[in-house]
């Protein structure tokens, strides 16, 4: 059994992950798509702290990006210990798995749809298979990160059932 605590530093070092992927992943969109790598993060800084509702409305400068960065950052931090926290508790009482697992997917739906209403529809700046791909991606490299470290857990939940 791991220290109580253990789950913190995994818990944000997932949640780390899952950041980096998503920065990293829309700095490629847009370098591809001929924009500087931040554009992204420049458009919704833009839309959630200065009101800008187009693209046409971004506010230049390193302000909005920073700001965009810090909100997403720290909602990743803190997802990535809800995560470790859920994961922890299924090590110590196994028949957790099952509302564990409910609930990482719910969380992923949530976040999708909070993200997706809001980036989408209200302000029309990303598309939805953009924001899909960017979920799934951050959930594949943080949670893989989570099942590497816990993979014996997968091992006593097979040999249980």
Do not use: C, D
């Not at 196994?94 to 697992?101: K, R």
Request: charged share 10%.
């Amino acid at each position: 059994m791991r220290a109580e605590g253990s789950w913190v530093p995994e818990g944000l070092l997932a949640g780390l992950i899952g950041y980096v992927t998503v920065v990293a992943l829309f700095g490629v969109i847009n370098l591809a798509g001929g924009e500087p790598a931040f554009h992204t993060a420049a458009l919704l800084g833009s839309a959630m702290f200065f009101g800008a509702r187009s693209a046409a409305e971004i506010v230049a400068g390193p302000g909005p990006v920073i700001a965009y960065n810090g909100v997403h950052i720290l909602v990743s931090l803190v997802i990535g210990l809800g995560a470790a926290w859920l994961i922890f508790q299924t090590e110590k009482n196994h028949p957790l798995w099952f509302i564990v697992f409910f609930i990482f997917l719910a969380g992923f739906i949530y976040t999708v749809a909070l993200v997706g209403v809001l980036v989408a529809e209200v302000v029309g700046l990303l598309s939805w298979p953009v924001i899909v791909a960017a979920n799934l991606a951050a959930g594949v490299t943080a949670g893989g990160y989570l099942w590497w470290r816990h993979s014996r857990l997968l091992v006593e939940l097979t040999e249980e059932g």
